[in-house]
């Protein structure tokens, strides 16, 4: 078996103003991958123009069944890189090379009612969280954020469902999710799974854990770049070869700051996957927060740029 698979384009419709649905089908009529809940594939965006190849990962919305589709959504991203947009032009019939199915985020204590919590596109893995665990005949509590409802994809299929609940604030954030009232106080065996932008996890996960919550039993998925962690500071990257020092503050990724230097560098995935960005340390010391480098790479001074950050008031690093 290869590494890639090539899928046929057999649904493609829009669900809101700015999400697109895809059903995808196998080419060669054998059954696809098996995967559990939370697991993503990863398409490939082909180059165009400047802009090189990209692989872009994309949740599978709904759990699997005989191996005769996979489902994702996508919010095209006017700020992004260009992948969403080209998901967004892609059409039935077409066929596009993806990977086998990871899971990055795997559901835990399904037989101790799982409380899910998404805001915006966060809903698809946990809508497929949710829809697995229906299924089996297992309670579960989920929570879905979103400005209103015209703008939360699968809204009416998550209100169908037993214990969901749907939160539409329009803009208006006292009106939105009392998160310490919906979280509640930890109990044993039961796991939190969140998934949405960046600051929406952030007060999901601080809400847990002033209630009291284990860190073993918070888990969750971001769709690109690292989680901002309490007590995040800034700190200088000296960039040795370039001769350019820049300033990486709390809450941006060293390669954020490179860019809004105007420097160029080489990435994928944004999230710490893919290693693309691997540069290595001359100096001071890594705060890692990639999934991809192994404990030997860390020791030998790798650090992906896209997530990591610094312990040490200064980084040099060999780029």
Request: aromatic letters at 6%; glycine letters at 12%.
């Amino acid at each position: 078996m290869g590494s890639t698979i090539v899928l046929g384009i057999e649904r493609a419709e829009a669900i809101t103003s700015r999400v697109r649905r895809l059903v995808l089908v196998p080419t060669d009529g054998a059954p696809l991958a098996s995967f559990a809940p939370g697991s993503h594939i990863e398409l490939h965006v082909p180059a165009s123009g400047t802009r090189p190849v990209m692989h872009r990962a994309y949740s599978l919305v709904r759990p699997y069944v005989d191996g005769d589709s996979y489902e994702i959504a996508v919010q095209l991203e006017e700020q992004g890189t260009g992948g969403s947009r080209w998901v967004h032009e892609l059409a039935v019939g077409q066929t596009i090379t993806a990977s086998f199915p990871r899971n990055d985020f795997p559901m835990k204590g399904a037989d101790s009612r799982p409380l899910l919590i998404a805001a915006g596109i966060g809903i698809t893995p946990i809508l497929c969280m949710a829809l697995g665990l229906f299924h089996e005949g297992k309670a579960f509590d989920l929570h879905y954020v979103a400005r209103d409802a015209s703008d939360a994809a699968f809204a009416d299929e998550v209100g169908s469902l037993p214990n969901a609940h749907c939160w539409f604030d329009g803009g208006d954030p006292s009106k939105g999710i009392p998160l310490l009232e919906v979280i509640g106080a930890p109990q044993a065996g039961r796991h939190l799974h969140v998934c949405g932008p960046k600051g929406f996890i952030g007060a999901t996960l601080a809400a847990g854990r002033e209630l009291g919550w284990p860190e073993e039993q918070l888990h969750c998925e971001l769709f690109a770049g690292s989680l901002p962690v309490g007590g995040d500071r800034s700190f200088a990257v000296e960039l040795r070869q370039t001769g350019v020092t820049v300033g990486v503050v709390a809450g941006q990724s060293i390669m954020e700051a490179m860019e809004a230097a105007g420097i160029e560098t080489m990435f994928d995935c944004r999230r710490g996957d893919c290693g693309i960005c691997t540069a290595q340390i001359i100096e001071g010391q890594a705060d890692h927060r990639d999934s991809c480098l192994s404990s030997r790479e860390r020791e030998a001074g790798s650090i992906c740029i896209c997530v990591s950050r610094s312990m040490s008031e200064k980084l040099v690093l060999d780029l």
